[in-house]
């Protein structure tokens, strides 16, 4: 889908958003958790039955119910990957590694939520859901099964709330996605045959927008407990753009074909719960769930190849559902000063004998704090921070078919270890009119 008109309409809203550099997702797969700095600092905990702001409807639209006027939010996090990959390629044999391959990033967002009457809210959102960015660098010698991939997204909310009664509110909306990415993979610089290292073997880039949907309700059970559950539709790209490379045509690696690349962004669902313990402490709690089982292959369709037009498998990625936990807790110090906390498991989207060195996805478990300062009786300041660890996770990446344009062919197969941490600060300001 090609708009350039649609395009020029959002420039303001996707504005906030052009300073955006992506990097290895800190949650499942190449999904982006880092929708505030509110909630950063509870490691997202309770986000589905919670309204701190206008953010709120990121995560559940029916909570724009419970925000009173107008308010604006907007912020961002700033997020610093350590990954390293390290391994050995089969051909040689050939140890190899690279480290800390994926860049810094900063992650901003905007959030307007407008009170309508006792019954309706309406709100608009722009952020990211979905992003990863890995480089391993030309001297990695598994080069061969993808030296680079990106997914870039930037997403645009109109939203709608209504509240049934005191208890129940339901809300919706629809979800504008504009999206762009890229695989590549290249012959290793430790392949033997004369001339043929760095010949690339699959690249293809392209971009697509795309609309979803996105639901969610609240139920107000007493004056101190609530439970929020959101579901998020699978959006679907046709990344359209150009190819090239041996795979596509192996006489003239570097002649261009139009052609496009297949990528669906998962459903999401979110069950949560939010608990008042008394005037000064709250706890809550998510689940999230992930359906990872729709990435199973990257395919492209490329035309006028001599070798392969038509559809094409670039990259077999097999993934599976994924699953996160997440508890934590608010604390009133005084009449200025909230303080925030949690903590929440990741689990991998991927298995070992499917796992890449392009997308090294693994379990992660985080560890939150955050503060919350109010400034004047419209004014709020948030900050939060977020360590993640990593766990080790081995990767075998071998012989995918009998083609003779199969990456083993090219370098043989990669046995390997990923490790890794991150952190991540943010900082939010929130403006109630």
Same mark, same amino acid.
């Given at each position: 889908?090609?708009?350039?008109?649609?395009?020029?309409?959002?420039?303001?809203?996707?504005?906030?958003?052009?300073?955006?550099?992506?990097?290895?997702?800190?949650?499942?797969?190449?999904?982006?958790?880092?929708?505030?700095?509110?909630?950063?600092?509870?490691?997202?905990?309770?986000?589905?039955?919670?309204?701190?702001?206008?953010?709120?409807?990121?995560?559940?639209?029916?909570?724009?119910?419970?925000?009173?006027?107008?308010?604006?939010?907007?912020?961002?996090?700033?997020?610093?990957?350590?990954?390293?990959?390290?391994?050995?390629?089969?051909?040689?044999?050939?140890?190899?590694?690279?480290?800390?391959?994926?860049?810094?990033?900063?992650? +901003?967002?905007?959030?307007?939520?407008?009170?309508?009457?006792?019954?309706?809210?309406?709100?608009?959102?722009?952020?990211?859901?979905?992003?990863?960015?890995?480089?391993?660098?030309?001297?990695?010698?598994?080069?061969?099964?993808?030296?680079?991939?990106?997914?870039?997204?930037?997403?645009?909310?109109?939203?709608?709330?209504?509240?049934?009664?005191?208890?129940?509110?339901?809300?919706?909306?629809?979800?504008?996605?504009?999206?762009?990415?890229?695989?590549?993979?290249?012959?290793?610089?430790?392949?033997?045959? +004369?001339?043929?290292?760095?010949?690339?073997?699959?690249?293809?880039?392209?971009?697509?927008?795309? =609309?979803?949907?996105?639901?969610?309700?609240?139920?107000?059970?007493?004056?101190?407990?609530?439970?929020?559950?959101?579901?998020?539709?699978?959006?679907?790209?046709?990344?359209?753009?150009?190819?090239?490379?041996?795979? =596509?045509? &192996?006489?003239?690696?570097?002649?261009?074909?139009?052609?496009?690349?297949?990528?669906?962004?998962?459903?999401?669902?979110?069950?949560?719960?939010?608990?008042?313990?008394?005037?000064?402490?709250?706890?809550?709690?998510?689940?999230?769930? %992930?359906?990872?089982?729709?990435?199973?292959?990257?395919?492209?369709?490329? /035309?006028?190849?001599?070798?392969?037009?038509?559809?094409?498998?670039?990259?077999?990625?097999?993934?599976?559902?994924?699953?996160?936990?997440?508890?934590?807790?608010?604390?009133?110090?005084?009449?200025?000063?909230?303080?925030? %906390?949690?903590?929440?498991?990741?689990?991998?989207?991927?298995?070992?004998?499917?796992?890449?060195?392009?997308? &090294?996805?693994? /379990?992660?478990?985080?560890?939150?704090?955050?503060?919350?300062?109010?400034?004047?009786?419209?004014?709020?300041? /948030?900050?939060? =921070?977020?360590?993640? =660890?990593?766990? /080790?996770?081995?990767?075998?990446?071998?012989?995918?078919?009998?083609?003779?344009?199969?990456?083993?062919?090219?370098?043989?197969?990669?046995?390997?270890?990923?490790?890794?941490?991150?952190?991540?600060?943010?900082?939010?300001?929130?403006?109630?009119?």
């Amino acid at each position: 889908m090609n708009n350039n008109k649609n395009r020029l309409s959002l420039a303001i809203a996707l504005g906030l958003l052009g300073s955006v550099t992506s990097t290895t997702s800190m949650a499942a797969g190449f999904q982006l958790a880092e929708y505030s700095a509110t909630g950063l600092g509870r490691a997202y905990a309770g986000e589905a039955a919670m309204a701190d702001g206008a953010d709120a409807q990121w995560r559940n639209m029916a909570m724009l119910t419970y925000l009173e006027g107008t308010q604006i939010s907007v912020g961002g996090i700033y997020v610093n990957p350590n990954i390293d990959v390290e391994g050995v390629s089969s051909m040689g044999p050939t140890s190899t590694k690279s480290e800390d391959f994926a860049h810094d990033a900063f992650i +901003p967002n905007l959030y307007v939520s407008h009170r309508v009457n006792e019954k309706i809210a309406i709100g608009f959102a722009v952020g990211t859901n979905y992003g990863m960015e890995t480089d391993l660098g030309d001297d990695f010698s598994a080069t061969n099964f993808g030296n680079e991939a990106s997914v870039i997204t930037k997403e645009i909310n109109v939203n709608m709330a209504y509240k049934i009664n005191h208890q129940f509110s339901v809300g919706g909306g629809v979800r504008y996605v504009i999206a762009e990415g890229s695989f590549g993979a290249i012959v290793p610089e430790q392949f033997v045959i +004369p001339n043929t290292a760095g010949t690339t073997l699959k690249y293809m880039e392209g971009t697509d927008e795309a =609309f979803g949907w996105q639901v969610g309700t609240a139920w107000q059970i007493n004056d101190a407990n609530r439970i929020g559950f959101t579901y998020k539709s699978e959006v679907n790209l046709n990344l359209e753009g150009k190819a090239n490379g041996f795979a =596509f045509n &192996p006489a003239v690696p570097t002649a261009k074909y139009n052609g496009s690349m297949e990528l669906a962004l998962p459903a999401t669902a979110e069950l949560a719960s939010y608990h008042q313990l008394n005037d000064k402490t709250a706890v809550h709690a998510s689940f999230n769930w %992930t359906d990872w089982s729709s990435f199973e292959k990257l395919v492209s369709d490329v /035309d006028g190849s001599p070798l392969s037009s038509g559809k094409q498998t670039l990259k077999q990625e097999n993934w599976e559902d994924n699953y996160r936990l997440a508890v934590g807790a608010t604390y009133l110090l005084n009449q200025k000063v909230t303080l925030r %906390t949690g903590v929440a498991y990741d689990t991998s989207a991927v298995s070992e004998e499917n796992r890449t060195a392009t997308i &090294p996805e693994t /379990d992660r478990l985080w560890l939150s704090i955050g503060a919350g300062y109010t400034w004047s009786d419209n004014l709020t300041l /948030d900050a939060g =921070f977020t360590y993640i =660890f990593a766990k /080790d996770a081995k990767m075998h990446e071998g012989r995918e078919s009998k083609s003779l344009t199969d990456p083993a062919n090219f370098g043989g197969e990669f046995n390997g270890e990923t490790t890794g941490s991150v952190w991540l600060l943010g900082v939010q300001a929130n403006y109630r009119f």
